[in-house]
């Protein structure tokens, strides 16, 4: 796999951890006890820590790129697996 492959592929998995990571740890301003701004939405994030975020998406991205190394170069999961036309033969 090409260092350029490597690098697309693990950016993909960094986006994906940070959308995942994002809710968590979240409180709105009624939980944390702070006052709403006048137009801010009840549901806005009231202690979004964005360093805590990137810290999370970086672990979780590393540990889900290096199972998808290991099975690239392993052959564990291929085409051949997730064929469901073979489990549809009568």
Do not use: C
């Amino acid at each position: 796999m090409k260092i350029t492959s490597i690098i697309a592929i693990y950016a993909l998995f960094w986006v994906m951890s940070a959308f995942l990571m994002l809710p968590l740890g979240v409180k709105t301003p009624h939980e944390t006890g702070e006052t709403l701004v006048p137009g801010q939405a009840d549901s806005a994030p009231g202690n979004f820590q964005p360093r805590r975020l990137a810290i999370r998406a970086t672990i979780l991205s590393a540990i889900l790129f290096a199972l998808y190394y290991a099975n690239y170069v392993n052959g564990w999961v291929g085409i051949e697996s997730l064929d469901i036309s073979r489990w549809m033969r009568h």
